[in-house]
């Protein structure tokens, strides 16, 4: 079984990350390896981002709705 560094296991977990920039991308790949469901939500995403399978893309801003559900942030 594999974890991401901190320490909880990821997999089919949901996870939401806010940005759709360098960063949130560099987050992105480094969570995909580990299982998790992930939503990404921004206004606007690299193109990169777009085309990820196992990504679910929210073209808005954060707002705490999103949060409903959600394992990790």
């Known amino acids: 079984m ?18 759709g920039g360098r960063v949130a991308a560099r987050k992105i ?10 939503t990404v939500c921004a206004p606007s995403l690299l193109p990169e981002l777009e085309v990820l399978p196992n990504l679910t893309v929210r073209r808005e801003s954060f707002s705490p709705a999103l ?5 990790f942030v």
């Open 2 to 19: 594999a974890y991401f560094p901190f320490f909880v296991d990821l997999q089919g977990k949901t996870g939401l990350v806010v940005g």
């Open 29 to 38: 790949q480094a969570l995909l390896p580990y299982g998790p469901h992930l």
């Open 67 to 71: 949060l409903d559900d959600v394992f």
